[in-house]
């Protein structure tokens, strides 16, 4: 972190005991410690704040680069009247299942194929009878 050699660090510790002295040494370095934890946290903090402002302003520029793109392929690819959903009410929902189950049912009864051998009509045009 700090780039300090051994003989830096000795002539530290060396002014220290001869200013502060021996008996009030472990409460000074005590409070030194203090005052980095404190320093460490209020820095990791403000890390903390700057990473979510500069998070916020990346998630604004690239929800503004989404938004272009959209508009682009919206204006490539306009959708038709047909293709949009139609909304219905809850209380036609019934109504609707209904209906739609009727349509269903007569669509798959016209699609199948008329087999008179199974209903006991034989067809008038076959030959050899």
């Not at 300090?4 to 005991?17: G, N």
């Not at 903390?48 to 204006?75: C, H, P, S, Y």
Request: no cysteine; net charge negative.
């Amino acid at each position: 972190m700090f780039d300090f050699s051994i003989s830096e660090i000795a002539i530290i510790v060396i002014i220290a005991v001869v200013v502060i002295g021996p008996k009030e040494l472990p409460s000074a370095l005590a409070t030194a410690g203090r005052w980095m934890a404190k320093a460490r946290g209020v820095m990791g903090n403000f890390r903390t704040g700057f990473d979510a402002m500069v998070r916020e302003a990346e998630l604004q520029e690239m929800e503004k680069k989404w938004a272009a793109e959209n508009e682009r392929i919206m204006l490539e690819h306009p959708m038709e009247a047909t293709d949009e959903p139609s909304m219905q009410h809850l209380d036609a929902s019934a109504e609707s299942d209904a209906s739609a189950e009727t349509i269903v049912s007569d669509q798959s009864e016209a699609d199948l194929p008329h087999d008179n051998s199974a209903s006991g009509n034989k067809p008038e045009n076959e030959p050899g009878k």
